[in-house]
Nanobody, 121 residues
Framework: QVQVAESGGGLVQPGGSLRLSCAASGRIFSINVMAWYRQAPGKQRELVASITDGGRTNYADSVKGRFTVSRDNDKNGVYLQMNSLKPEDTAVYYC???????????????WGQGTQVTVSS
């Protein structure tokens, strides 16, 4: 059984910073892409940032220059450093991973339960 769990959300003032963490656990053979998505009330879930096992990153235009995604392959972890936060960053942030359970097997996507980030004064 694979579990994906996020942590680090909370309430922060505009201009502040937060760091989100996510770890995948269980019988995992390898992980390809790890990513952060977010969903604000009344809006569709959107990609925030992603990172491959080789370290290649991709960001939504709205967060470029403010957010940084990183990962620790030994810990099956992915992190999102969020700086200069704005009220429009308020959303539930979800982590997902594309992973294989065994050598040569297919990739499956697993999602975490989400963590709330609220940017407000």
């Amino acid at each position: 059984q694979v579990q994906v769990a996020e942590s680090g959300g909370g309430l922060v003032q505009p201009g502040g910073s937060l760091r989100l963490s996510c770890a995948a656990s269980g019988r995992i053979f390898s992980i390809n892409v790890m990513a952060w998505y977010r969903q604000a009330p009344g809006k569709q879930r959107e990609l925030v940032a992603s990172i491959t096992d080789g370290g290649r990153t991709n960001y939504a235009d709205s967060v470029k220059g403010r957010f940084t995604v990183s990962r620790d392959n030994d810990k099956n972890g992915v992190y999102l450093q969020m700086n200069s936060l704005k009220p429009e960053d308020t959303a539930v942030y979800y982590c997902n991973t594309d992973l294989r359970l065994y050598n040569g097997g297919p990739y499956f996507r697993y999602w975490g339960q989400g963590t709330q980030v609220t940017v407000s004064s």
